[in-house]
Nanobody
Framework: QDRLVESGGGSVQTGGSLRLACKTPSYICGSECMAWFRQVPGKLAEGVATSYYGTVTYADSVKGRFTISKDCAIKNTVYLEILSAKPEDTGMYFC??????????????????RGQGTQVTVSS
């Protein structure tokens, strides 16, 4: 059964860093477009980063601070590194996968599978 499992969330102060991880089945990691979303209560989920066969995209709000990367050779894990965290980065972060090209403008419904998420809280 396809399943994505996120980890690495937590609390951090403004300016701090975190690295989120999304564990994927081996047949998904390297072959599907992987995305990270940020969900804040009362707002639509925002795509913050995607990675597909070497092409990465970022939302304007995170460019220069977030980095998406993959280890599909050994750990079958997609990472999201958050640097210089801001309070507006607070939210539930979840990963999603789709077997076609994707970008940060795609909504969660575009993806065929998503994880449960991991909470990130950035305090000022």
């Amino acid at each position: 059964q396809d399943r994505l499992v996120e980890s690495g969330g937590g609390s951090v102060q403004t300016g701090g860093s975190l690295r989120l991880a999304c564990k994927t089945p081996s047949y998904i990691c390297g072959s599907e477009c992987m995305a990270w979303f940020r969900q804040v209560p009362g707002k639509l989920a925002e795509g913050v980063a995607t990675s597909y066969y070497g092409t990465v995209t970022y939302a304007d709000s995170v460019k220069g601070r977030f980095t998406i990367s993959k280890d599909c050779a050994i750990k079958n894990t997609v990472y999201l590194e958050i640097l210089s965290a801001k309070p507006e980065d607070t939210g539930m972060y979840f990963c999603a996968a789709v077997n076609q090209e994707c970008n940060t403008k795609n909504m969660p419904g575009f993806f065929r599978i998503r994880g449960q998420g991991t909470q990130v809280t950035v305090s000022s």
